[in-house]
């Protein structure tokens, strides 16, 4: 399945075309014991596949998929992450927020008719499920802007756990900092466990010829390292952003990130080479000897019995936790970061709760009800929220600005639904100046390099490549875009927060965009999207642990148009009747927020 027409410079910016033909998937979500590196664990399967299968599509096709839940004792729902669900905020997969959960033994139909094109995936957005394996590829076949040979299809990697998500979330909740370090790193599923001889990944090459591969990140923590040894690889399109081609050896994948990378094969149809999936101690917990995934790339005439023998690339185990630099990442078709309706700082705190640390965003936290979905009550023009549900009402402007601050010790990526924002700037920034009337009491808490080295179970072996490379940019003095002409002596203070941003904007004209982006310790960084979707979509932190405790900011966006979807009441009935049907004879175990 592929559409092979070329692209122009605005086809993402445009409707997606229509070809009338709408594909159908039938998924089924179980609990299932499973070993995919030689250790049985039990896991959330989709059609008892892990990952779960691919779905895919041409741009402009419609897409049914039914998913049924066969978990005897818990809910389900399934994000689609990445598409914007414009038309069908209902379907966007967010329990409590655009619908009940699936209830054991129901079923849900998505329907809903992909705006964006290339790579992305679809999880579970109950509670933190996506790190017991409740995650598929998704690819969206559209326009080429680059040409390529082969498109080797979906690169999944992700850090793994040997312990089932709940007793992970509740350790987390309790402060057992030790619970998060995870076991293991797998590429499309598959590594081996301490020598235990479990089967690798395998990819081929053709010599000469140039080939695709969409790499995503579907871990509940990790950053991740990619990198082929002995190649450089053209990135062409982060999340489901087409961008002017730039070449490096290392792509660095936030959780939630993709990127769509070629890579042009020698002319040795004897070779064979190491494909390598790195997550750094110093950005992501985990046990010695669970850092490095490898998968072997074989040329069509090498010797599959043989491993390969390559060494990696400088920079393969650099411990730099960010995305590549902003100025890097030019989106391909052009959009001007105009002066928004609305600017607003949102400051991230983890703070004490009793036996509990809960995350906080601009002084509040959330929990959603599983039985009320926010939408459903929007629908109805009823936008009273509580408190607790963290539903912030940006009404009807053009657009709105985000500058999101970081005063901990733990990098955010930071994922918006129902949008691909605007990166406009990062940089560091300390506490005084994110808190000038004072900050509240804070939990303090390790970083994950601490974590790794206090509880990791002994050092790491010595990596020769391993170096550390900052990629922020650093801009020249200039006009200031945003906050008038010059430069400020002094942070500006909007409402009860300062920033440490001037103004600045990386390429104002044509700003990068994507769905994910990490936000740093001791960081700050500046997002913008425009109020073009009405819906609930969540603003959060992708690390599950951080999403399950607390850190999700829920933006009402333009409730006067929600009214006008009459399909919402009937699009939730039998879900959410299903859902109150088995929550009234069954103890719901919400651990955390929910999502």
């Not at 023998?309 to 990442?329: E, F, I, K, M, R």
């Not at 733990?410 to 940089?427: A, I, N, T, Y």
Request: with cysteine; hydrophobic share 35%; glycine share 10%.
């Amino acid at each position: 399945m592929s559409v092979q027409t070329a692209a122009t410079s605005t086809d993402q910016l445009v409707t997606a075309p229509d070809t009338g033909i709408t594909r159908t998937y039938d998924l089924t979500v179980t609990k299932e014991t499973a070993a995919p590196d030689g250790v049985e664990v039990e896991l959330l399967l989709v059609n008892s596949q892990f990952p779960g299968p691919l779905i895919e599509c041409n741009w402009g096709d419609s897409l049914e998929i039914t998913v049924r839940n066969n978990i005897s004792d818990e809910g389900t729902s399934i994000h689609w992450h990445g598409l914007l669900q414009k038309g069908t905020p209902w379907m966007d997969g967010a329990p409590g927020i655009t619908q009940c959960p699936i209830a054991p033994g129901s079923c849900y139909t998505y329907r809903y008719k992909p705006e964006l094109y290339g790579t992305g995936w679809y999880h579970s957005h109950y509670e933190a499920q996506l790190a017991s394996g409740l995650a598929g590829p998704m690819v969206i076949h559209g326009p080429r802007h680059v040409d390529y040979d082969i498109d080797l299809g979906p690169v999944v990697v992700s850090e793994y756990f040997h312990e089932y998500y709940d007793v992970i979330l509740e350790g987390f909740l309790e402060n057992k900092v030790e619970v998060t370090l995870s076991d293991n790193n797998l590429i499309n599923g598959k590594n081996s466990y301490k020598g235990n001889g479990a089967p690798l990944a395998s990819f081929n090459f053709t010599s000469g010829n140039t080939h695709l591969l969409r790499l995503i990140n579907v871990s509940a923590f990790a950053v991740q390292k990619i990198s082929i040894d002995g190649y450089t690889m053209q990135v062409i399109a982060n999340d489901y952003t087409p961008i002017v081609p730039y070449e490096t050896e290392v792509v660095t994948l936030a959780v939630g990130q993709r990127s769509d990378v070629l890579v042009t094969a020698t002319s040795n149809s004897t070779d064979s080479v190491w494909l390598r999936a790195y997550k750094p101690p110093d950005c992501s917990p985990g046990k010695s000897g669970s850092y490095l995934a490898t998968a072997a790339i074989f040329h069509e005439g090498a010797d599959r019995t043989q491993a390969p023998s390559s060494q990696a690339v400088p920079g393969a185990y650099n411990d730099y936790c960010g995305n590549d630099a902003l100025s890097l990442t030019v989106p391909l078709g052009p959009q001007a970061a105009d002066e928004p309706g609305l600017t607003e700082v949102v400051p991230i705190e983890l703070r004490p709760n009793g036996s509990s640390n809960i995350w906080f965003m601009a002084n509040r936290t959330y929990r959603v009800d599983y039985n009320a979905p926010q939408l459903r009550a929007a629908a109805r023009g009823d936008t009273g929220f509580p408190w607790i549900q963290n539903v912030h009402d940006y009404g009807a402007y053009a657009s709105v600005r985000l500058i999101l601050e970081n005063p901990g010790v733990q990098s955010h990526p930071m994922h918006l639904h129902g949008h691909d924002f605007m990166v406009l700037r990062e940089g560091p920034c300390d506490n005084d100046t994110m808190f000038p009337l004072g900050q509240t009491e804070f939990a303090h808490v390790l970083s994950a390099a601490e974590a790794s080295a206090r509880f990791g179970g002994g050092p790491e072996p010595d990596l020769s490549s391993r170096q550390y490379r900052g990629r922020i940019d650093e801009l020249p003095p200039g006009p200031r875009h945003g906050w008038g002409p010059g430069a400020r002596s002094v942070p500006e203070v909007i409402g009860d927060y300062g920033t440490c941003w001037d103004g600045t904007i990386v390429n104002p004209e044509n700003p990068q965009r994507r769905d994910v982006q990490m936000l740093l310790p001791g960081h700050y960084v500046v997002i913008q999207f425009k109020l073009d979707n009405p819906g609930i979509w969540p603003l959060h932190c992708h690390i599950a642990w951080h999403l399950s405790g607390g850190m999700g900011h829920m933006i009402l966006e333009r409730p006067e148009d929600i009214v006008a979807y009459t399909e919402i009441g009937e699009a939730m009935a039998q879900t959410c009747d299903d859902w109150q049907a088995w929550s009234s004879t069954h103890v719901v175990d919400q651990v955390g927020g929910g999502l």
